[in-house]
């Protein structure tokens, strides 16, 4: 069967849309890249760690999400979450990110810093353990995202969000008390 | 002493005060016991300071990382980690392969709704073609909405027909065979690939019309405040029929794959999944996996370990409008992402491959299966889907298994 020609105004109008989405998308990108960043840096501990993370999180975005809907910048905070805390469970990388975080934070008194860079590994290892909703609950709101913008990205009415939290910090603190008694 | 707030509006107290009711800020400011609960709770969030909290993370600006995205893509699928760039003096590293997004879930409603029925809405609600018969597949990526858009036909006019999947269990292969009108392929299934015995379905044979009216279509859009593009000549009044033949299907490890029912029908969307579209917060896709994948087109579950699916059609014939001109119109709706309607406008011969939807987070290939093109759909090396057409017939191979291994399985059938 021949194709015929499709009408010349269908194409315009789906250029325009494709030249629209573009626009849209690069505006989501330029103003959420800094804390799609961030996030994955409050897992990570490391830039250029978190800056993979954000790059993948906006490949896997674009051509697949409409960036102008009004919950694309909770898909990404909890993409950036998600994916970030995925490399803290890959047992091998994670040894590797700590040994290559703890010398990269350096402070005033070394032995003190090597102890807190021993004490975030060990608390990435136990968030690494948590059920995945209630880690990204607890990364998103360390990266200083409101209720409401966790509860955009997760699905949740915001009144629920302090809830989560609380479960999400009790469950971390019987992990890490699991960690401490195994020591 | 009035009730003690839930520890959640505690938690919230100390995060953002000023959305807690004064009742409440007043409560926890008199009691002992929730101030108790918070220290408890601030202690805790000494926990999460993974990293340096001080200062700003220096990173790049977001202007040359968006054109390095750019570059990633034009590149193709091996990524180019950010690192590799240089902006901030960095050495050069080797380029890493791309990992499988870990925002996958398995792929269900691409087993026999999506791949056998679904895949023959996307057909038809594209108006791809007046006369069609499958002859081949291609894979098209589908993104959020798209699915809800093409499947709300009811918009576009007036639906009739489709009793929706309708799925009747046999006792056997032989069984299967006789009720479907076809001889049922057997296979051998692999040591290791399922175990137990088959359940044995018989798809039902569908039929359903679209009248056009363009009308209708207007009303629905300026309600939601959209003017649509003008509708060319010849398409109001159109009649888009779309039939399936009598099927079969061979299951292992799962009575039945989710998200199949009564609502799975030719034209797709009942109205309760119509209303399912994005919209709000828990309406956006599920970039950390969770169980719903609302508004991204299908939904996903757990596939079963093995099934092999055979299916008559689908055919797709139209009265009215041509080929090009309905495709046009329905591609151009609001809704259809320029991405979808370029990649079915790229489908070389339309009359005969149907384009096999590409869930978010899945992976589509087209392999070679003895003179056949197949997609393989994979949401994980251990969940793959074959998908193949032969005269007029589709074909499907899906489980909880290796790609090779379900092409295996297909090479016994194709």
Not at chain 2, 29 to 51: G, K, T
């Amino acid at each position: 069967m021949v194709r015929m020609l499709r009408a010349p105004g269908a194409a315009l109008v789906a250029q325009q849309a494709r030249q629209d989405h573009e626009r849209s998308f690069e505006r989501l990108f330029v103003t959420h890249y800094e804390r799609v960043v961030v996030i994955a840096y409050r897992v990570l501990g490391d830039r250029q760690g978190a800056e993979d993370v954000a790059q993948e999180v906006f490949l896997s975005f674009h051509g697949r999400v409409d960036p102008s809907a009004e919950w694309a910048p909770g898909w990404l905070w909890a993409a950036s979450a998600h994916r970030a805390l995925n490399m803290v469970r890959g047992s091998k990388r994670r040894r590797d990110r700590e040994l290559r975080v703890s010398p990269a934070t350096p402070g005033p008194d070394p032995a003190e810093s090597a102890i807190a860079a021993e004490q975030r590994g060990v608390v990435r290892s136990a968030l690494g353990r948590l059920p995945q909703r209630q880690a990204e609950v607890l990364v998103m709101r360390a990266s200083g995202l409101s209720y409401a913008d966790i509860a955009s990205a997760i699905g949740v009415q915001p009144g629920s969000v302090g809830t989560l939290i609380c479960r999400a910090q009790k469950s971390l603190r019987k992990e890490l008390t699991r960690a401490q008694a195994s020591l | 002493m009035p009730k003690h707030p839930c520890d959640g509006t505690l938690r919230r107290l100390l995060d953002e005060p000023v959305a807690v009711a004064v009742a409440d800020d007043d409560h926890a400011s008199r009691c002992l016991r929730c101030q108790a609960v918070m220290r408890v709770m601030r202690d805790d969030d000494m926990y999460m300071d993974l990293a340096p909290l001080g200062g700003k993370v220096e990173m790049t600006p977001a202007s040359v990382a968006l054109e390095r995205l750019h570059a990633v893509e034009r590149a193709g699928a091996p990524l180019a980690p950010a690192r590799d760039q240089g902006w901030l003096g960095d050495e050069a590293g080797p380029v890493r392969r791309r990992r499988r997004p870990p925002l996958f879930r398995p792929v269900v409603v691409v087993t026999s709704a999506l791949v056998l029925v679904g895949g023959a809405t996307a057909a038809a609600a594209t108006g791809l073609v007046p006369i069609f018969e499958p002859e081949s597949v291609a894979p098209v990526v589908i993104q959020a909405g798209d699915i809800a858009s093409l499947q709300a036909l009811s918009r576009f006019g007036t639906v009739t027909g489709s009793s929706g999947l309708d799925l009747t269990p046999e006792g056997s292969a032989s069984a299967l065979a006789s009720a479907a009108g076809f001889a049922f392929p057997t296979v051998t299934v692999p040591a290791g690939l399922a175990a137990g015995s088959a359940s044995y379905w018989l798809v039902g044979a569908d039929s359903a019309q679209l009248q056009i009216s363009v009308a209708k279509a207007e009303a629905v859009a300026a309600k939601e405040g959209v003017t649509l593009p003008p509708a060319p000549p010849g398409v109001d009044g159109s009649i888009l029929q779309v039939a399936t033949g009598a099927g079969a299907l061979e299951v292992w490890g799962l009575t039945l794959p989710g998200g199949i029912g009564p609502s799975a029908g030719l034209f797709g969307a009942s109205s309760s999944r119509e209303a399912a579209g994005p919209g709000g917060p828990a309406a956006g896709p599920a970039p950390g996996g969770t169980p719903t994948e609302n508004g991204t087109g299908p939904a996903v579950s757990d596939l079963p370990q093995l099934a092999v699916a055979e299916v008559e059609g689908p055919t797709v014939s139209s009265s009215g409008a041509d080929l090009s001109t309905l495709e046009g119109y329905l591609l151009s709706q609001p809704g259809v992402s320029p991405e979808l309607a370029a990649q079915i406008r790229a489908i070389g011969d339309p009359s005969s491959t149907l384009p096999i939807p590409v869930p978010a987070g899945a992976t589509s290939s087209t392999v070679e299966l003895d003179g056949h093109a197949a997609v393989v759909l994979a949401a994980g090396s251990e969940e793959n889907v074959v998908v193949w057409a032969d005269n007029g017939r589709l074909f499907a191979v899906l489980g909880q298994a290796s790609a090779s291994d379900l092409l295996d399985v297909a090479r016994q059938i194709a």
